[in-house]
């Protein structure tokens, strides 16, 4: 590490999103520690890392406990002494109709999404005001915006990540630190396959299995010209080197239209725009 490198942690570095901003911002010359639940699936990172001799770490976080997030960001102190950039990341999304939904579904879905980002965030947040400088980047989504249907798990994290940050900006920016929300629309990661349909709404009996059907059929199309993971990772980065950024970037052609069609749209015009998605 080099007297004036920057120091970055990533939740969620496995795939996707997480994995091209942990490239990104090592490529840049960012010390990054990419974390991650379970670090045997690091093996794609480790191969590019050793490649290209990236200055890129792997450690062991998982934003639902809060002693492995205590844990990680202790031993990254005591490496580096500092951390200067954090990307919460680490996410998934939970389909299904509202009343589908059971309590415990809804609650695991807000531990990673929602009290993940605060776990990570409240114990890197005393050593950024005592460094008085720092960019914590909150990846939130289209979703973050506007609602759709089978997503109210989903969108309700992402709702509550944008109040949060929103609020958190007023109150680190006299200690010098940033905050940023990253909104991506549809991207092209295995965050589908990964996505968790509610038990109930796999019913075929089901009263809105009509419903789920319809929305799949959209989604998949949506996903034939959505954006790249790296489109999101080259926003991050740009987001984060900049002299005054902005609090929220869009992240793709997609949700660039639907917000702008928000604006200028009744709640009832945008409603049905959604509705033949």
Do not use: C
Request: a negative charge.
């Amino acid at each position: 590490m080099t007297s004036n490198q920057k120091v970055a942690v990533v939740t969620g570095s496995s795939s996707g999103i997480g994995h091209e901003i942990a490239l990104i911002l090592a490529r840049n010359g960012f010390l990054t520690y990419a974390t991650m639940r379970d670090l045997q699936k690091n093996s794609k990172l480790k191969s590019i890392k050793d490649e290209e001799n990236l200055p890129l770490e792997f450690i062991q976080l998982d934003v639902t406990d809060e002693n492995s997030v205590k844990t990680a960001v202790q031993k990254i102190y005591d490496d580096v002494g500092r951390i200067d950039m954090l990307i919460n990341n680490a996410g998934y999304g939970l389909t299904g109709a509202f009343e589908d939904l059971s309590i415990d579904e809804i609650k695991t879905q807000f531990e990673t999404n929602f009290y993940g980002l605060i776990r990570t965030t409240q114990a890197i947040l005393p050593i950024m005001r005592k460094q008085k400088s720092g960019t914590i980047v909150n990846m939130s989504s289209g979703a973050g915006r506007f609602g759709f249907p089978m997503g109210s798990a989903y969108v309700s994290t992402k709702f509550a990540v944008e109040g949060l940050s929103e609020s958190l900006s007023y109150e680190v920016e006299p200690f010098g630190i940033r905050v940023i929300l990253i909104e991506p629309g549809m991207i092209k990661t295995n965050f589908s396959n990964a996505s968790i349909m509610a038990k109930k709404s796999i019913d075929p009996n089901s009263s809105y299995a009509p419903l789920m059907k319809n929305m799949q059929t959209g989604f998949n199309k949506l996903l034939e010209n959505a954006s790249s993971p790296q489109l999101v990772a080259q926003i991050t980065l740009d987001a984060m080197t900049s002299d005054k950024p902005n609090l929220r970037y869009l992240a793709g052609k997609d949700v660039e239209q639907w917000v702008e069609a928000k604006k200028k749209m009744s709640d009832e015009e945008f409603h049905d725009m959604i509705k033949q998605i």
